[in-house]
């Protein structure tokens, strides 16, 4: 049978306890030299980051006023032509419901003689 005396059990914990302390304290310096790595990889990507938003927001500016420009280059021929088409479909539609010809002049700003041909051609169309 082995016996071991207090001493020497003594002796041999604080062995064992000074190894682990040496163990922790080589990880926390290892830890705290992986920190600031980390911390400039994260550094590095917000930088990038921030750099990619800048050049979307550039992007993003060009074809605004791209598109302000298209926009101010459509001929106002179109723009009353699409009017002018909303007018009459709405002309026949109040046609097809019994409107008489100055009810489609006023709603549609329809001369005398488009109202009379709306009303002539779309008013018998539709029995509703």
């Known amino acids: 049978m082995i016996t071991i005396d207090y001493l020497t059990a003594a002796m041999f914990l604080l062995t064992v306890l ?9 990880f926390w310096l290892k830890l705290r030299k992986m920190r600031p790595a980390q911390s400039e990889t994260y550094a590095d990507k917000l930088v990038e980051h921030e750099f990619k938003i800048e050049q979307l927001m550039m992007k993003i500016q060009s074809l605004q006023c791209e598109f302000e420009s298209q926009v101010t ?16 479909a709405l002309a026949i539609k109040l046609a097809q419901q019994g409107a008489d010809v100055t ?3 006023a709603a549609c700003s329809l001369s005398r003689a488009e109202a009379d041909l709306i009303v002539a051609i779309y008013r018998g169309v539709y029995k509703g």
Do not use: D, K, R
């Not at 000074?18 to 080589?26: D, K, N, P, R, T």
């Not at 280059?73 to 009459?88: C, D, L, R």
């Open 18 to 26: 000074a190894v682990y302390a040496c163990e922790a304290l080589i």
């Open 73 to 88: 280059q459509i001929p106002v021929e179109e723009v009353t032509a699409v009017s002018e088409e909303q007018n009459y």
């Open 103 to 105: 009810q489609l002049m």
